[in-house]
């Protein structure tokens, strides 16, 4: 197993990462609580990995609670949230107890924000069960959408701990094992050049990647990570290159119905566009044509492009919470590993926007 320290301002927390933790949650809290409600969705639960947790964590507390979303994007609304609050109210959950975020990154961000909220905030731990989770369970990002952009009402609130079992993401489709690995590349794009290239050469197809090069890889991603939550923890500089392909992939994912298309594979979209717009604006020089044969190679669905309208897109864009001043600020490559976050003009970005989509489409 390894471990890695984050420091939040919140306090310090453990990330730990290894095979089969599922089975030893209890060593993994930072301290006792009289009740726990586990929050997961009807997926993982169905695999029996609820069951799983419900055993490690019995002999913590004899109130043990767990609540079942359906599984996929929708759930990651208003609604659902309000559901979630009212289980823990009428459960008498208090300041001092636990929730157990089990689960991918739908799940983590719900039940974060439920902790961030609940009574102000009581403490949570992430149990990520996707390879998109390696990113999403650690920084402190909480919330949920709002019909008109992704992620829009939501809060910093961080884990008190991340609990890693790599045994789980074994059971992950081949569609979500696609969109997890996006936000794996995208560790790379933004801050390791010798590990994109070595992602590039080794992957050709997402069903036999070797469990080293994805242990490896997420390993390295989530100190990729760590290193900048831990500097920028609000986002308010370095933090947002983590945002790298997200302005264009959530205008997507929203644009298409949330859950249409994973939130991975719309990063890749927006990945693409930004190296597009990368090299248009930075001369960056690194391949574009090479990295969309890739993407293609591993089935990464750009097709999507063609049931998509610019304009709308556009007006998601202007949502977009990196924007200041009502100008849309986009994270563009200087070269592989150097972000930095660009004004981008509204005319330029439609021109950029509809070559892509029409070239994408070809
Ligand atoms: N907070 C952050 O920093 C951050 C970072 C990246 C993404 N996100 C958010 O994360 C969400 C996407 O996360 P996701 O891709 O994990 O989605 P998800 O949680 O919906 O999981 C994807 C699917 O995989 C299933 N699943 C989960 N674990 C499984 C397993 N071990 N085996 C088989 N199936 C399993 C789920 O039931 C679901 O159907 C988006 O809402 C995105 O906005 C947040
Ligand atoms: O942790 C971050 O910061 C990120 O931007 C990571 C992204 O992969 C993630 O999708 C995040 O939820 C996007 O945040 P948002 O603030 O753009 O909604
Ligand atoms: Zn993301």
Not at 113 to 140: E, K, N
Not at 229 to 247: A, M, W
Not at 315 to 327: C, T
Request: with cysteine; charged share 20%.
């Amino acid at each position: 197993m390894k471990t890695l320290q984050i420091n939040a301002s919140q306090g310090a927390y453990n990330v730990y990462i290894g095979p089969d933790l599922r089975f030893e949650l209890s060593k993994y809290l930072p301290k006792s609580y009289d009740k726990i409600l586990i929050i997961t969705d009807s997926q993982v639960e169905q695999l029996g990995y609820l069951k799983d947790a419900e055993e490690a964590l019995q002999m913590e507390t004899d109130q043990l609670y767990s609540y079942t979303i359906a599984a996929g994007e929708k759930s990651k609304q208003l609604n659902v949230f309000e559901q979630l609050q009212t289980y823990a109210i009428q459960n008498g959950l208090d300041r001092h107890s636990l929730i157990v975020a089990l689960g991918g990154g739908v799940v983590g961000d719900l039940a974060g924000f439920t902790a961030a909220t609940f009574m102000r905030g009581i403490d949570y731990i992430q149990v990520p069960t996707t390879i998109l989770a390696h990113d999403s369970s650690v920084g402190g990002k909480t919330g949920i959408n709002h019909p008109l952009g992704k992620n829009l009402i939501g809060s910093f609130h961080a884990p008190k701990a991340v609990v890693y079992d790599l045994s789980t993401i074994r059971t992950l489709s081949a569609v979500e094992r696609r969109s997890g690995f996006a936000e794996v590349v995208k560790h790379g794009l933004i801050a390791d050049k010798r590990m994109l290239n070595q992602l590039m050469d080794e992957v050709q197809a997402l069903e036999n990647i070797h469990p080293i090069v994805l242990e490896e890889a997420l390993y390295n991603g989530i100190k990729i990570k760590a290193h900048i939550v831990e500097e920028d923890e609000q986002e308010k500089g370095v933090r947002s290159y983590l945002n790298f392909g997200h302005t264009l992939g959530h205008a997507i994912e929203a644009e298409s119905g949330y859950g249409a298309i994973t939130h991975g594979e719309a990063v890749a979209i927006g990945m693409l566009f930004a190296l597009r717009v990368s090299q248009s604006y930075l001369s960056l020089s690194f391949s574009y044509q090479n990295f969309k044969t890739w993407l293609e190679q591993l089935q990464y669905p750009l097709d999507i492009c063609k049931d998509l309208q610019i304009s709308p897109l556009l007006d998601r864009m202007k949502l977009d919470k990196k924007n200041q001043k009502g100008q849309i600020r986009m994270v563009l490559l200087k070269e592989v590993g150097k972000p930095l976050i660009c004004t981008i003009d509204e005319h330029r970005l439609f021109t950029e926007l509809t070559s892509f989509m029409n070239e994408v489409m070809e």
